[in-house]
């Protein structure tokens, strides 16, 4: 889910990955045209014309969610070599705000499922221990190449979470999507979405693992909770 955000001027974090995600692609932080345009302080024409150059010659992927197109690296290797030119440039003298000291960032809701970086490194988990997977599917579209990413519950994880208390055919069965990844507009990264993240999210405060606060959609994480994120997901905050 996308949300307007303050944005410094352009700095490394815009083409770094994150050391904090998991490995590959996943790792690789999105921004639509409008962010980098802020970011670099130029026009939506004149940077996408500059995404059309990037996305032609293979180093941009572009992910299309509702209304809203995310880019990105086509891959980490690109990633790195921008890095390493960006390290370079002269250290901004502002220093972003760390993330874990914004309560809504660190965790909350989205809709009925998890968000943050609580709800992004659940997701990578997931990815990690082969629970989940990604299916990549190609959609053509004027001048660029969309990339749609679906998820699928493997069957080691509809074993898994079938024992957690969670009936995946149950939840297939709802009348919505069962699995999607929705991308996190703190994090940049995916959380998960659909049916099968409402059912987690509900099975984690029915379990005391996280407790909602009044008036805001910040999650509190317990210390039960933090212990079982340990435990089942080898998260530890």
């Known amino acids: 889910m996308y949300y307007p955000c303050d944005h410094g001027k352009f700095d490394q974090s815009y083409c770094c990955p994150d050391r904090r995600a998991g490995e590959g692609q996943d790792s690789l932080v999105a921004y639509t045209a409008r962010e980098l345009a802020i970011g670099v302080d130029t026009s939506p024409q004149n940077l996408s014309m500059h995404l059309a150059k990037l996305l032609q010659a293979g180093l941009l992927s572009v992910e299309v969610q509702g209304r809203h197109r995310y880019y990105t690296f086509s891959r980490e290797e690109v990633a790195y070599a921008i890095e390493a030119m960006a390290n370079l ?127 805001s959609r910040a999650v509190v994480v317990t210390a039960k909770g933090q212990q079982a994120l340990t435990t089942h997901f080898n998260i530890q905050i």
């Open 89 to 215: 440039v002269p250290a901004q003298a502002a220093e972003r705000q760390d993330v874990d000291s914004v309560p809504i960032k660190f965790c909350r809701t989205c809709y009925d499922h998890l968000a943050g970086k609580v709800g992004v490194l659940i997701m990578e988990s997931l990815l990690r221990q082969k629970l989940i997977v990604y299916q990549q599917r190609e959609l053509e579209m004027t001048r660029e190449l969309a990339v749609t990413r679906e998820l699928a519950v493997t069957p080691k994880g509809t074993a898994w979470l079938g024992e957690w208390g969670i009936d995946c055919e149950a939840v297939r069965h709802q009348r919505r999507s069962f699995v999607k990844p929705c991308l996190d507009w703190s994090e940049r990264r995916h959380h998960l979405a659909g049916g099968l993240g409402a059912a987690m999210l509900n099975k984690m405060m029915e379990s005391d693992w996280l407790r909602r606060t009044a008036h």
